[in-house]
């Protein structure tokens, strides 16, 4: 089983930034998409960026210009980097990996446990 350890939420006054660190771990063959999903109170779990192993990157438009999704390849690890946050940002971030284990001829989708970030004044 892939585990993926989240960090680096917390509470922000707008304008603020913060770093969200998401490490894979287990008997990982390889990695494809990591990817980075938010989720507010009452609505549904949507899709903030991805990465895949090639460099590509995708953003909501909502977020384009602020955020920043990196990954470390050597670590399994990715970060989102999150700037000028308003309070519409503000939500449960998941991350997710998309990655095959040796045991196991198909890749999988692994989820993170989910970190806040509250954005307010």
């Known amino acids: 089983q892939v585990q993926l350890v989240e960090s680096g939420g917390g509470l922000v006054q707008p304008g603020g930034s913060l770093r969200l660190s998401c490490a894979a771990s287990?008997?990982?063959?390889?990695?494809?998409?990591m990817e980075w999903y938010r989720q507010a109170p009452g609505k549904e779990r949507e899709l903030v960026a991805a990465?895949?192993?090639?460099?590509?990157?995708n953003y909501a438009d909502s977020v384009k210009g602020r955020f920043t999704i990196s990954r470390d390849n050597a670590k399994n690890t990715v970060y989102l980097q999150m700037n000028s946050l308003k309070p519409e940002d503000t939500a449960v971030y998941y991350c997710?990996?998309?990655?095959?284990?040796?045991?196991?001829?198909?890749?999988?989708?692994?989820w993170g446990q989910g970190t806040q970030v509250t954005v307010s004044s």
């Open positions: 287990g008997s990982i063959l390889s990695i494809n998409a």
């Open positions: 990465a895949t192993s090639g460099g590509r990157t």
């Open positions: 997710k990996c998309n990655a095959r284990e040796w045991r196991f001829r198909m890749a999988y989708d692994y």
